[in-house]
């Protein structure tokens, strides 16, 4: 310890006059910080813990006070330098015991040990001094915690030296206030404060004079009032006392306390009573080797040596027990008010409002009253709204600075003790239940003292309160969690006085203050109250010393970072009231004996009639998850898992969905109207909030969104039908928020009132109640929705195969009873039905045109997919579908072609033909070798770049001839010759030109054996499939001479999941240059497919009509609508008949698909039968009797394949 400047104040023996004359003798000593400064204890033990026996051993024990204060007298930097055995005490021949260790000393005292400095990394040469010399005081009894009373004849049993002191020290002065006379108490009373003042850990120079001319007195006094045979040589040591403190600093660097501590740990290693001395060497250097590898070895810890579980440093932890509670909204006001006040970064903003205040009111900016008021009353909502403008403005808004601005949750961690700076602190409640007292607290806080209420210039000055812990809070700030203390305080005026002595009493009858009631856990000092006993409406505060903390480089970097993350707040208080205004008729009384909601008698009480009954029936409360809550202050968060869609199933997204409603109902401001009006911002605050306590997939962000969103609509809803439209005919019943949402904001709830008291709400209420009327199948699911309940009977049936959704939509409708609705039965029936129709024929119902949708009768809407949930759309659900049917085709067809492979090389090794890992084989063999990996690894379709295109004539490449014998009329055969033929093999393609008048310009496609395959098989049919097809169509029209009237747009370059462009602008151009060159043209014919579906638009050029015709009965997609309408407003039709610039959209009523896959066929259909009779478009079109029929109307198209190949 190097001292800097001397403030009058010894904190360590650095600062007493003995340290700085040897600095003065020995500079070159003092000049090197790391020379030792040593100090020896010698103090006799019995080992064997037993009265019965006189055995004594002496350990020497050495320690350095060249450590800080909090560090110097602890057990880790005792060292066991000497132990002299027994069995009898060394009695004056201690010397000799002494000489190896004395000679020791001085070789380090006169020539120095080379040391290395493992912070500098160098050698070099260290001395040590001797500085103090404690030996045996008599009191060699271990200070181990023992209950030492005797509550039968009300008495100390067994007390110790240290008991002797804390008893001196702390409780005789009061103890003794009713039980001697008062003379005869002052004297006693005068010592034990002498002690007190003495044994101080800070001791002040200037107070030892006085402090030695007050002991004088207290020993006459003594004298006076006791007889002679009271003062033996004990007594007149202690004039002595006050000049050793003086020349040596504060006592409790020099006192026997600690060694005799230090001894109780050494008899512990005691094994064997015959070699106690061994077993205390043996166990001590083991124990300090290990010590020592655990400083370099990280994440262990020593077996045997047990780690403290309390929370001894600054940043506390609750103890176990807590509930999580909904609490006043107007204490919780309080409370964030108060945490706001403490922040350091908070200041800047306080100042801010402070000057804003003074400029808006400028009559009452001298008032400092009025202005502690009003910024009290709106300094939070100001605050919140100029952190919100700052954000929406991109300005750099620190993380602590947005949450702290948006104010903690409404539901509160409630604890019943707190471990902080050390210490223990319980509520009052708690220690009622226990032997031991830490519900006291005292804290030095600036406040504003007004003289009468009708002063107008206050004044400001630090005051200390005192009071009780009633209720420990524990803010949850999302991000980050701030203790606070609610407490009972002591009014300053009338309920706190200080004797003559200098004890300070306090009356618990007279409290105050009750308008600020929270303090910070991190800002109060414990304290004990003590009843008097001359008057037991008063108690007495004793304080104990501030604990001293043990930092490790570990525990020092851990401490630093969580105090700047989650506790930046000052160390003084702001100011505070000194008065209070509440009046004792406006406390609110509640029981302690159970749960609930306070509830303002003042405020509106429409959410809460009807309850007068007491047998009505109870419903489920409103969902808090407390669960959720502790979990994320523990650190802890619910792992989400998905299924093959990506939608979180299983228990843990229960209660996210739960959760989810939580945040929607208490984060979501109720002024907006829709869910899209809320701002990003508040939307990235509940993100975070989800991601904190859950461990999930940021992909999952819009299915949260879309289910807060939902839960916002529902709160809404809910608020609505309770609580505004049953007291609509009461509008003095509107003005407050329903007392159960109390964390309504005023404003809020007023707007929300007006908006739905609005005529226009009153319209579009009426409008969604007869589509909710429409609704007549209600589930019986719980919170985990379809996608939970297809996990579950995925589990049931142990399979990993998705449930098809009309056995989901069936096992909603269930009751528990097994049972269902009437309405719901009919529906049940017809699904059984069409599932033992399908398992006997074989035919499989897919698409949109499912068992579901035939047992329904209806088809799917937008936005939402029956039986599956919110999360699924009818594009994606029904798509997706297509894409599984795929996947397995794919993964059959690689089994098929492993298979395969594995036969071909079996074959190839009975054969003796060389593989590639043969050395035996020919030249010309090994050279002709196909690697069976290489083909696999190729790619699925290679387009042949140095094939030219090849331009397909309209006559047939072959030529009919016949055979004959002998002479030309003896024929016996007929047969064709093959002109031109063309071999495609599998994976590779054949450049095609398209001619011109096909869809009015050239186009180059290419000629694929899966594009022939996909018609001859019936398959899926691809966009080359389409427009070799309606090329087909073209030809035929050719003959018939029908071109003018029927003209075709290639579906390649305008679909959205096409090859062509992919703006809109692009695509609703290329429909446009088409109708400009077909003219003539009465019908345009629009191939489309959106995403993986196929669809035809039929333009009527004459009438500006768009016939849509769709194979499952959907709506037109928006893409589609905006192109067609996009073209015909770039180039009219000259045909037409009127002046609208956009067509007339008609749905035409055509043949439904039976399958997922048939779309393409029927769209091929569709364009032959309105080629053949277009007032079809205006009637209903005739369906097709089963797909065998359908394909017999491709037969021409199949023809037309087989003749290109």
Known sequence: MQGGEFDGKMRHPSDSPSWKVIDHRWPDFSAEPRNLRLAISADGINPHSSLSSRYSCWPVVMITYNLPPWLCMKRK???????????????????????????????????????????????DKRWTQLSLDLMDMGLRCELAPRNLVSMEDLKLYGLKSHDYHTLMQQLLPVALRSLLP??????????????????????????????????????????????????????????????????????????????????????????????????????????????????????????????????DHKVGAPIPGGHITEVDCNLLLQAHHYVLENTTIIQPYIEEHMKWLKLNNPRQSKRQKWLQEEHMRTFTHWLRKKVEVAIADKEPISETLRWMAHGPTHYVAKYHGYVINGCQYN??????????????????????????????????????????????WDLDYTMFRIPVFKCNWVDNKSGVKVDEFGLTLVDFTKMAHKSDPFILASQAKQVFYVQDQLDPRWSVVLSTPERDFSFSAKDSDDFMDNSIEHHPLITTLAQVESFDTMDDSDVICIRGDCEGFWIDNKSSMHGFKGRENPSQKKYRGTTRKSMIIRNRNRGIKLVIKYNADGIYVGESSVHLTSYLGVLARTMVPIRYNTWRDVPEQLKDKLWDSIE????????????????????????????????????????????????????????????????????????????????????????????????????????????????????????????????????????????????????????SYSGSNDILSQALGTPEYTGRVRAKGKHYTPGRYFNSMSERVVRDILKATQERQAKFEADVLARLSQIGVATPQSDVSSSNMKSKLLLLPEVVEKPIRKVEEETLPVKIEPHMKARKCELAVGTRENTVAGGTIVMDCLMLNEGKAQGVEVPNDVFGESFKTFLMKEDMDMIISFKEVSANCVIYYIWHLQKKLCDARLTERFAFINPALVSKAGMGETTKENRSRLIANRLMHAKCADYIFIPYNPNFHWVLVALDMRTMTAYYLDPIQKQPCDDLMEIVNMALRIHPPEKQRSSKREPTWVKVVCPRQLGSVECGYYVMRYMKDIIVDPSLLSTKMPSFQSSKSCRSHFDDSQKFSSHDK
């Not at 020099?254 to 740990?265: G, I």
């Not at 406040?447 to 200390?464: H, R, W, Y």
């Open 692 to 843: 904190i306590a859950f461990t999930l997939d940021k992909k999952s962000r819009r299915n949260c969104m879309l289910t807060l969103g939902k839960c916002f609509r529902s709160f809404k809803n809910t608020l609505t039908v309770k609580h505004i439209l049953p007291f609509k005919d009461e509008p003095e019943l509107l003005k407050k928020p329903p007392a159960e949402y109390h964390f309504i904001d005023d404003e809020d709830w007023n707007i929300f009132v007006k908006n739905r008291l609005s005529e226009k709400f009153q319209e579009y209420r009426e409008v969604q109640k007869q589509r909710r009327k429409k609704h007549i199948y209600n589930h019986h699911l719980s919170r985990k929705g379809y996608a939970g309940l297809e996990e579950e009977m995925m589990i049931e049936a142990g399979s990993t195969e998705s449930i098809d959704r009309s056995l989901l939509w069936k096992r909603a409708m269930q009751k528990k009873d097994g049972s269902y609705d009437d309405v719901v039965l009919p529906v049940v029936e017809k699904i059984d039905e069409l599932m033992k129709e399908s398992q006997e024929s074989g035919i």
């Open 77 to 123: 930097f005792m060292m066991l330098s000497l132990l002299i055995s027994g069995p009898q005490q060394p009695g004056n021949d201690i010397d000799i015991y002494l000489a190896p260790l004395i000679e020791d000393l001085k070789t380090l005292w006169e020539t120095g040990v080379e040391a290395y400095d493992a912070y500098q990394r160098e050698e």
């Open 182 to 311: 008062k003379h005869v108490r002052h004297a006693i009373a005068r010592l034990s404060l002498f002690f007190n003042a003495l044994c101080k850990k800070v001791v002040d120079v200037s107070t030892l004079d006085k402090l030695q001319n007050e002991l004088v007195v207290t020993l006459c006094l003594l004298e006076k009032y006791f007889p002679p045979s009271f003062f033996d040589i004990m007594i007149h040591l202690t004039v002595h006392l006050v000049r050793e403190v003086r020349l040596c600093g504060p006592v409790y660097f020099r006192w026997m306390y600690p060694f005799e501590r230090f001894m109780k740990v050494l008899k512990g290693y005691v094994r064997n009573r015959n070699h106690p001395e061994g077993c205390i060497v043996e166990c001590y250097i083991a124990e300090e080797a290990i010590e020592f590898c655990t400083e370099y070895l990280s994440n262990v810890d020593a077996i045997g040596v047990p780690s403290s579980t309390n929370v």
């Open 427 to 472: 509520t009052k409640d708690r220690d009622e239940l226990r032997v031991t007292q830490n519900s006291g607290v005292s804290i030095v806080a600036t406040t504003m003292q007004i003289s009468s209420a009708k002063d107008k210039n206050p004044v400001f000055g630090e005051l200390c309160f005192y009071g009780i812990i009633t209720e420990i």
